[in-house]
């Protein structure tokens, strides 16, 4: 046989060898993986409440937001009669940080006047410079 065929043949079985005796040589971990239930879960969450964060949204209060509507409102191009102003009501529901903008986007129940239906309606909130909150209608 050809001098570089036996060294190929040989490189390769050290090669196997020294694969194969590295691999028995190493300790291998025992994976032991265990489950939690449901409850062991929620029992160490409302135990220490810092396991599982909750993200804080800073929303304004229902006052803030329906001051924050009416201002928006008034200054609307669309309002032609200022002096006639309806009398507004709105309470907020959820809120969540907006994504396509400053401040949140809070899903609001809207009424024009005391008789009136209400209408839910996303809208945006944002803190101006002056620290007084802004809504934005879409």
Known sequence: MNNAVL???????????????????????????????????????TADPSLCPLPVVEKPSEGEAL????????????????????????????CDKNNNGPGVSCMTSIKMSPQAQPLDRVVGFAKGASGEWIATIN
Do not use: C, Y
């Open 67 to 94: 001051a924050a509507f009416q201002n928006a409102q008034s200054s609307s191009p669309l309002v032609w009669d200022r002096n006639d102003m309806p009398k507004i009501s709105l309470a907020l529901g959820q």
């Open 7 to 45: 060294l190929a043949i040989t490189a390769g079985v050290g090669l196997a060898v020294g694969a194969g005796g590295t691999w028995l040589a190493i300790p291998h971990p025992a994976v032991e993986a265990t489950t939690i239930t449901k409850a062991d879960l929620t029992a160490a969450i």
